[in-house]
């Protein structure tokens, strides 16, 4: 397992000394981490954006929402179990935190979840775009 942190706040990095699956970067392509398939899991705050990409690329994560939309969106992508939701609250309980890793890297049903809301989206009868642009086009009419 190897994890990946963006280092915009501050350059220590000393409390990984001696890890060698941590790697640090300032910026990290994130839908290409998300397309890799050496990764097994994601950790996310649940913005609109990753909620989306997690969505579409059927990869389980654990969601863990600071604030606005943040909270909606983990409960809305959490309720077709393919993700994990944690409460902020819940960070500075170590067990808390260590059974969700736990689930989500060692029970298969995240990762199956996660691949059938893919599957599923893949094959939307009307794909989100052609949805807008019918709308747009009734509206305009």
């Known amino acids: 397992m190897s994890l990946s942190f963006g280092n915009n706040e501050t350059e220590e990095?000393?409390?990984?000394?001696?890890a060698e699956n941590i790697v640090f970067s300032k910026w990290v392509p994130q839908t290409?981490?998300?397309a890799d398939s050496r990764l097994s899991a994601f950790l996310t705050h649940g913005g609109l954006g990753s909620v989306?990409?997690?969505?579409?690329?059927?990869?389980p994560?654990?969601?863990?929402p600071l604030f606005g939309d943040q909270l909606r969106n983990a409960k809305m992508l959490a309720r077709h179990n393919g993700s994990i939701e944690i409460s902020k609250f819940d960070l500075p309980n170590f067990a808390n935190l260590r059974s969700a890793l736990h689930r989500i890297l060692f029970d298969e049903s995240y990762q199956r979840n996660a691949e059938n809301l893919a599957k599923r989206l893949e094959k939307q009868p009307f794909k989100p775009k052609e949805m807008l642009v019918r709308h747009f086009e009734f509206g305009a009419e």
């Open 13 to 18: 990095v000393e409390f990984a000394a001696g």
């Open 52 to 59: 989306n990409e997690l969505s579409y690329m059927g990869k």
């Open 32 to 34: 290409a981490l998300l």
């Open 61 to 64: 994560s654990i969601l863990c």
